[in-house]
């Protein structure tokens, strides 16, 4: 069972440069989310979708970028890396049916931005 | 708009003491209420949740949270904790109704259990 899926596991980058961070679950779900993770804040919702073709912004969208080609690919594309993106990123992905009501968080993504 | 408040930021607790995490929320419409999990280095777990009934809900590993609609909150208790409690909670919520279902996170609470 893989679940959800995020690769890198780590990064660090340069100001400037870009990067995209992959996200894929294997359970057929609708709706998947992108979060980062800073401390003390919790978590903070960047771009979400509900189905492939369908994507909308969250909370913290500036300098990210997303796609939804397939239902189970959900990429996060930073084009200029600027140091407040240093953060751990999360994805997340849940279908929010009446036997389902729970979303299922990768493993997350370490991204230092220098 | 939704927010979520989790009041202490810390809590340090000896090993088969109780533990309290409080969590409030404000909302304008009804929620569905959340626990989650984040053991060090790894992603989200879900603890509990609260969809509707009963107001006390239970985890298989002996945390419950219960639902105070008149206070706006949704406190995480146990009654003995043991080492392997040690993480991070999050407290979060979804309006019912909403489109995306999107969760909406406290600052989480980090717990540290001490032998």
């Known amino acids: 069972n893989a679940g959800v899926t995020q690769t890198p596991k780590f990064r660090i980058l340069k100001i400037g440069q870009s990067m995209t961070l992959q996200c894929t679950q294997d359970?057929?779900?609708?709706?998947m989310y992108w979060y980062r993770q800073d401390p003390g804040m919790g978590l903070k919702l960047i771009y979400y979708?509900?189905?492939?073709?369908?994507?909308d912004k969250g909370e913290v969208p500036n300098g990210y970028n997303v796609s939804r080609s397939t239902t189970e690919d959900f990429p996060l594309r930073l084009e200029l890396a600027a140091p407040s993106q240093t953060s751990v990123y999360f994805c997340?992905?849940?279908?929010?049916?009446?036997?389902?009501?729970?979303?299922?968080f990768g493993q997350g993504t370490r991204l230092t931005v220098v | 708009a939704q927010s979520v408040t989790q009041l202490d930021s810390q809590v340090p607790v000896f090993e088969e003491a109780p533990v309290e995490l409080r969590c409030n929320y404000s909302?304008?419409?009804?929620?569905?209420l959340f626990w989650y999990v984040q053991y060090p280095n790894q992603g989200l777990q879900l603890l509990l949740k609260?969809?509707?009934?009963?107001?006390l809900v239970k985890s298989i590993n002996g945390f419950e949270a219960e639902f105070n609609k008149s206070q706006t909150s949704f406190h995480l208790r146990k009654p003995s904790v043991h080492i392997s409690d040690t993480a991070e909670y999050f407290c979060?919520?979804?309006?019912?109704?909403?489109?995306?279902?999107?969760?909406?996170f406290g600052g989480g609470t980090r717990v540290l259990v001490k032998p």
């Open positions: 979708s509900v189905g492939a073709g369908i994507t």
């Open positions: 979060a919520v979804i309006p019912k109704g909403a489109a995306g279902n999107k969760l909406t």
């Open positions: 997340a992905s849940s279908s929010w049916t009446v036997l389902n009501t729970e979303a299922f």
């Open positions: 609260y969809l509707s009934g009963s107001t």
């Open positions: 909302s304008s419409v009804s929620v569905y």
């Open positions: 359970m057929n779900h609708n709706y």
